[in-house]
């Protein structure tokens, strides 16, 4: 008997709070998208910045990011496997890389040439080919984003001159590709075009690479390799300059990104504080609305722990209501705009996952 009673508690308890909450629409409305609202901002900005942590893992691991990086005239294959067994050093990669500038016909653009010797073979900085094939010789392949910038396709020709008064070689697009940890073409105004070495070579005159990439069996001891790389070179008076050691907390573009992220996490918390306000405000106005209702119930022999139960119940049901489908749509937005961000900055985008470990 007992708990028939309790059962018919709860049903009259909860049509009293969906009749309370239908009733005052507008309120509702009002009142459950402020709460989508705040729960959507701070779940879609926390997703993101713990995808984007997790989009820069998934660029070290899967494109073969070197955590050194030098520049080295004069780099010979002799050279280069000498320094591959040097103590510490996994792997070491040569690259030809040229500084030079490319048209398509109406302007000319900034352009970072990368030769190298074969494209089936080489392990770090790998690019994702995303349409056609890997050059030959007189071809290059573009980064993505030089679609957009230049309007070229593949089979298309573009002029190469490093500098206004040098003279102009022609190549022709053969694909494109996603060029990894690398912000965008249209945010640096700087396209990247892979090509092989011996064109590179040929553009700077020269027989030998000019750029190290080395990937260390260690990335906590990066920056010790590097400097014994240094000596070890310095000591058989060979050139070498640029020395950059990765840095596992940052990236190109991390700067950027993380100003962002915190201006969103700002604009957030002002949007949870009107949310407060407003679902205040149309508390009160409830509350207001049913005093006529509590001499009433008063009066049937109800206790104050009833009518707050109540009264408070609506406003469970809204809140419930509004940070759940504030939550899926956080996690969703979260991973857009994760997406987003992760592509300017040429990283590895990570799947979506509507983990709920992912918002705590």
């Known amino acids: ?80 496997a000498t320094l591959a067994r040097r103590p510490g050093v996994q792997l070491a990669e040569a690259r030809t890389v040229q500084t030079s500038r490319l048209s398509a016909g109406d302007r000319w653009l900034p352009v970072r040439l990368v030769g190298i010797d074969r494209f089936s073979e080489f392990r770090l900085d790998r690019p994702q080919l995303v349409s056609g094939r890997w050059p030959e010789h007189g071809e290059l392949v573009l980064d993505v984003s030089a679609q957009r910038l230049l309007g070229v396709r593949e089979g298309s020709l573009v002029a190469l001159q490093a500098n206004p008064a040098d003279p102009i070689r022609y190549a022709r697009v053969s694909g494109f590709a996603w060029v990894p940890a690398r912000p965008d073409a249209t945010l640096l105004n700087q396209v990247t075009a892979y090509l092989p070495e011996r064109d590179v070579r040929q553009i700077l005159g020269t027989d030998a690479a000019n750029t190290l990439l080395v990937k260390v069996m260690e990335p906590s001891l990066a920056g010790q390799v590097a400097s014994e790389l240094r000596r070890f070179l310095a000591a058989r008076h060979v050139t070498s300059y640029g020395w950059t050691v ?52 008063r009066a049937l022999g109800a206790i104050r722990l009833q009518i707050a139960v109540l009264y408070l119940v609506p406003f469970v049901v809204l809140g419930t209501a509004g940070s759940l489908l504030g939550l899926f749509l956080g996690l969703f937005g979260g991973h857009v705009l994760s997406s987003y961000l992760a592509h300017l900055a040429g990283l590895v985008v990570p799947p979506i996952s509507l983990a709920l470990t992912t918002v705590l």
């Open 1 to 80: 008997m007992s708990e028939r009673v309790t059962v018919m508690q709860l049903a009259l308890t909860l049509r009293f709070a969906l009749r309370t909450l239908t009733i005052r629409r507008i309120r509702t409305l009002l009142a459950t998208a402020s709460i989508t609202l705040a729960v959507f901002t701070l779940v879609a900005i926390h997703t993101t910045g713990l995808a984007l942590v997790e989009a820069q893992r998934r660029t070290y691991a899967d494109t073969g990011q070197p955590d050194i990086v030098a520049s080295i005239p004069g780099l010979t294959p002799g050279m280069l």
């Open 246 to 297: 990765r840095d596992p907390t940052s990236f190109l573009g991390a700067r950027e990104l993380r100003t962002l992220l915190l201006l969103l996490q700002a604009f957030a918390g002002l949007g949870t504080l009107v949310a407060f306000f407003i679902v205040a405000h149309t508390s009160v106005g409830l509350l207001t609305e049913e005093r006529p209702h509590l001499g009433t119930l």
